[in-house]
T-cell receptor, first 114, second 116 residues
Framework: DQQVKQNSPSLSVQEGRISILNCDYTNSMFDYFLWYKKYPAEGPTFLISISSIKDKNEDGRFTVFLNKSAKHLSLHIVPSQPGDSAVYFCAASLYGGATNKLIFGTGTLLAVQP | DGGITQSPKYLFRKEGQNVTLSCEQNLNHDAMYWYRQDPGQGLRLIYYSQIVNDFQKGDIAEGYSVSREKKESFPLTVTSAQKNPTAFYLC???????????????FGEGSRLTVL
């Protein structure tokens, strides 16, 4: 059972426009959400995160929005750049003691066209 | 520079052979993790370890084994019991403990295993 879902396997955007990547989750106990970026044949790198007590977190061109009632989060990239072309994973975490276990979505391949 | 080193980057194995993937970190992180990536399935947790000499099964531990004899090292053995071992394997680590919450995993560059 997929607790974290990214329903769009791919997204194509023109350079300079906004990219919006979506993620849905089913477990209301998740309290921390993260986005990772991954290039082919490399490990994912952390991009941005948000705690469940917030509804927005911004870092430069990247903004993550959290809608707890809809169990939905989204990553906005504006303006999009060709170097943003990668697979983006959203991940969710349950805080239980000292365990920091992330559950990942299936990823969305973003292609930014020059 | 601090980081996580996985080796080898590419590995070929014949059916029926065990193979061990290396993961070393010099970030002084407490916890280490092994994930597997398959097309269309995201990252799935195989094993994780919060402290030396202790580790826990993840969601898909069958056919795998690990050890954590040193804080810096968390090797993964893919045994012949793993039915579909061809995949991209990722090792990760993080600081954790008590009420401190980082949330962020640091990943190695991955090891691609192909069974011939």
């Amino acid at each position: 059972d997929q607790q974290v879902k990214q329903n769009s396997p791919s997204l194509s955007v023109q350079e300079g426009r906004i990219s919006i990547l979506n993620c849905d989750y089913t477990n209301s106990m998740f309290d921390y959400f993260l986005w990772y970026k991954k290039y082919p044949a490399e490990g994912p790198t952390f991009l941005i995160s948000i705690s469940s007590i917030k509804d927005k977190n911004e870092d430069g061109r990247f903004t993550v929005f959290l809608n707890k009632s809809a169990k939905h989060l989204s990553l906005h990239i504006v303006p999009s750049q060709p170097g943003d072309s990668a697979v983006y994973f959203c991940a969710a975490s349950l805080y239980g003691g000292a365990t920091n276990k992330l559950i990942f979505g299936t990823g969305t391949l973003l292609a930014v066209q020059p | 520079d601090g980081g996580i080193t996985q080796s080898p980057k590419y590995l070929f194995r014949k059916e029926g052979q065990n193979v061990t993937l290396s993961c070393e970190q010099n970030l002084n992180h407490d916890a280490m993790y092994w994930y597997r990536q398959d097309p269309g399935q995201g990252l799935r947790l195989i094993y994780y370890s919060q402290i030396v000499n202790d580790f826990q099964k993840g969601d898909i531990a069958e056919g795998y084994s690990v050890s954590r004899e040193k804080k810096e090292s968390f090797p993964l053995t893919v045994t012949s019991a793993q039915k579909n071992p061809t995949a991209f394997y990722l090792c990760a680590s993080t600081l954790q403990g008590g009420t401190r919450r980082t949330g962020e995993l640091f990943f190695g560059e991955g090891s691609r295993l192909t069974v011939l």
